[in-house]
């Protein structure tokens, strides 16, 4: 196997320029989430260089709204279960932003909208399977799974359920989300859900008919104060409230209240279990004559550290240590991606996979430029090794 990593590495080398204006193509074409057809045209271009060189590809569409979810399959035909890379193709950059930040190099980082998250990620997929490709490499399928809405968490999409679908029966999943800063790898992620919750109450004078007042924020107030109670950093369960709104003035007794709740978990059924506490919460009255509601605007399930995750880990780290290409440290995040879900559906999966750097969401974003090289040549290695 000595060999096959001196001509991966030798492959790499020699593309380097083409691996930079591929990820500069990718960067510049805009896709954010909220706007599909922009997601889409990415998606088409990213179809197009994996089906010349031998996928079989096909577009799911997500629903009204929402990029589609890009599949795509090579040597279907090959024994065993197929290897899959997965990731996300739009981000959360609004259309005009490129015009502010295009694809640019300074030094040994890289900037512009994606850059990072995460279609150096994408990019890094595909030279991975071009250097395999060159080494001759048949023993198993290789599958892509690309989301066009993973930014707003596939809210009001199908794309979750196409996830699990198309990743079931997979041998292993590499996510190639944000690669992190240490080369660490990640083994689970938190669930993430936002909840609205809403207290109408009785408007009145403050002074000249406070008694008829129904205060929605001091009711408000009280539910806070249970919600924060949910907070379990043992278990790894976080409930914060990070947007509040209510009243008009000072002199009335406020009608409304609403808030913006962010609940996190390390685990399904945590989450499960948290819901339900929530909702005793909100069913709860302090303040007779006031009205509590909620609703679930958001959600992506906890990715949850597993045997069969733990196992894929150590043979992925025990492969690149014989092979000099680093230790790998295996690392537990905080933030959700769509690892859970092939998780979910039985896959073993490693996350944060793709190009390094730091600063996702922000103007800040950068991607360390050497990464884009060290990681094809790393996964090509580990999945020539794997079986």
């Known amino acids: 196997m000595e060999n096959f990593l001196t001509e991966i590495s030798a492959y790499i080398d020699k593309h380097r320029d083409e691996i930079i204006a591929d990820w500069r193509d990718i960067v510049n074409m805009e896709s954010f989430y909220g706007e599909p057809d922009g997601v889409n045209r990415c998606g088409q271009r990213i179809r197009h260089e994996f089906e010349k060189i ?7 569409p997500a629903g009204e709204g929402h990029g589609d979810v890009l599949v795509g399959i090579m040597g279907e035909d090959r024994e065993g279960a197929p290897i899959l890379f997965s990731g996300h193709m739009d981000t959360v950059f609004p259309k005009g932003k490129l015009g502010e930040n295009p694809f640019h190099i300074e030094g040994e980082k890289a900037y512009g909208p994606g850059v990072l998250d995460m279609k150096g990620g994408i990019i890094i997929a595909l030279y991975t399977v071009k250097a395999l490709n060159h080494i001759g490499y048949q023993k198993r399928p290789i599958k892509i799974l690309f989301a066009g809405d993973e930014e707003c968490l596939h809210y009001g999409s199908s794309t979750a359920e196409v996830l699990m679908e198309e990743g079931r029966g997979a041998a292993c999943a590499f996510n190639m989300e944000t690669g992190l800063i240490n080369d660490n790898l990640c083994v689970s992620r938190k669930g993430k859900t936002e909840i609205q919750i809403s207290v109408e109450g009785v408007e009145a004078h403050a002074g000249n008919d406070f008694v008829s007042g129904r205060n929605a924020i001091v009711e408000m107030a009280k539910k806070i104060g249970d919600l924060a109670d949910l907070t379990n950093l043992e278990v790894g369960t976080t409930v914060s409230v990070g947007v509040i709104n209510g009243g008009t003035m ?3 007794v406020p009608k409304n209240c609403e808030i913006a709740v962010d609940m996190r978990s390390t685990k399904v059924s945590e989450m499960d279990k948290l819901k339900k506490q929530v909702e005793e919460i909100c069913a709860k009255t302090y303040i007779d004559g006031t009205s509590t509601t909620f609703k679930y605007t958001n959600e992506m399930l906890p990715f949850e550290r597993s045997e069969m995750g733990m196992e894929f880990f150590n043979k992925v780290r025990e492969i690149a240590l014989a092979n000099g290409l680093g230790d790998h440290q295996c690392q537990d995040l905080g933030g959700s991606s769509d690892a859970a879900y092939l998780t979910i ?7 944060s996979c793709g190009v390094r750097g730091q600063w996702n969401h922000t103007v800040r974003e950068y991607a360390l430029v050497e990464s884009m090289f060290e990681r094809p040549k790393l ?5 020539s090794q794997l079986f």
């Open 54 to 60: 031998g996928f079989v590809c096909r577009n799911i």
């Open 250 to 252: 000072s002199g009335a």
């Open 379 to 383: 996964w090509a290695c580990v999945i």
């Open 345 to 351: 559906a039985g896959v073993p999966t490693l996350c």
